[in-house]
């Protein structure tokens, strides 16, 4: 099946922790992104990278860092900084960072104890 | 699993005219459905839609949603060439755990010929 997938799909973290958000897309697209949403809000983005080894901050990097060593791949690390990390996080990708159209993942929980 | 289905996927129309994008959804424990324009990177917030038949407006455009037929609609009248996007609707639905997760359609590409 080709997609984007996202794991896990709930995480619980107590506070202080680092955590990692996995995202995987096997659509061969360049550009991938990371999202969060809260309730009510629209989506906001908070890394992008338009191909491997190379990302971009968003509008709310602060607290988040991210790798893109391979194609496919673009975990996001919620950092112990981020201050309110409890959220709903959506990774997307698209064949280039020019394309408008974005494949969403399914998305993960996070909720911070 | 949850499922939302957006039509037409693409849509051209000359300027001035009006159109009017669809959204239906198949979800349990359905709490929002969503509207987003996407033009650049991250897709702009539009509308948040929770009870039924009531209309959300905002200038040239609005929407309403249909509980009843598990649908929503996106009108936008006197179309402009800035109107041109990917529109993309979500529906937000209440999981097991009681969290929330966001599940979207593939968009309709609507183009405006000047």
Redesign the interface.
Same mark, same amino acid.
């Given at each position: 099946d080709g997609g984007i997938t996202q794991s896990p799909k +709930?995480l619980f973290r107590k506070e202080g922790q680092n955590v990692t958000l996995s995202c995987e897309q096997n659509l061969n697209h360049d550009a991938m +992104?990371w +999202?969060r $949403?809260d !309730?009510? $809000?629209?989506?906001? @983005?908070i890394y +992008?990278s338009q191909i491997v080894n190379d990302f971009q901050k968003? =509008?709310i990097a602060e607290g988040y860092s991210v790798s893109r060593e391979k194609k496919e791949s673009f975990p996001l690390t919620v950092t112990s900084a981020q201050k309110n990390p409890t959220a &709903?996080y @959506?990774c997307a990708s698209s064949i280039t960072?020019s394309t =408008? #159209? $974005?494949y &969403?993942g !399914?998305?993960t929980?996070l #909720?911070v104890l | 699993e949850d499922k939302v289905v957006q039509s037409p996927l693409s849509l051209v129309v000359h300027e001035g005219d009006t159109v009017t994008l669809n959204c239906s959804y198949e979800v349990t424990n359905f709490r929002s459905l969503l509207w987003y324009k996407q033009e650049k990177k991250a897709p702009t917030f539009l509308f948040m839609l929770t009870s039924s038949g009531i209309e959300k407006k905002s200038g040239r455009l609005s929407s309403i949603l249909d509980k009843k037929e598990l649908s929503s609609i996106l009108n936008i009248t006197a179309t402009q060439t800035g109107d041109s996007a990917i529109y993309l609707c979500a529906v937000e639905a209440l999981t097991n755990f009681g969290n929330e997760k966001l599940t979207f359609g593939t968009g309709t590409r609507l183009t405006i010929i000047p």
């Amino acid at each position: 099946d080709g997609g984007i997938t996202q794991s896990p799909k +709930y995480l619980f973290r107590k506070e202080g922790q680092n955590v990692t958000l996995s995202c995987e897309q096997n659509l061969n697209h360049d550009a991938m +992104y990371w +999202y969060r $949403q809260d !309730p009510g $809000q629209g989506l906001r @983005l908070i890394y +992008y990278s338009q191909i491997v080894n190379d990302f971009q901050k968003g =509008d709310i990097a602060e607290g988040y860092s991210v790798s893109r060593e391979k194609k496919e791949s673009f975990p996001l690390t919620v950092t112990s900084a981020q201050k309110n990390p409890t959220a &709903f996080y @959506l990774c997307a990708s698209s064949i280039t960072e020019s394309t =408008d #159209t $974005q494949y &969403f993942g !399914p998305g993960t929980r996070l #909720t911070v104890l | 699993e949850d499922k939302v289905v957006q039509s037409p996927l693409s849509l051209v129309v000359h300027e001035g005219d009006t159109v009017t994008l669809n959204c239906s959804y198949e979800v349990t424990n359905f709490r929002s459905l969503l509207w987003y324009k996407q033009e650049k990177k991250a897709p702009t917030f539009l509308f948040m839609l929770t009870s039924s038949g009531i209309e959300k407006k905002s200038g040239r455009l609005s929407s309403i949603l249909d509980k009843k037929e598990l649908s929503s609609i996106l009108n936008i009248t006197a179309t402009q060439t800035g109107d041109s996007a990917i529109y993309l609707c979500a529906v937000e639905a209440l999981t097991n755990f009681g969290n929330e997760k966001l599940t979207f359609g593939t968009g309709t590409r609507l183009t405006i010929i000047p």
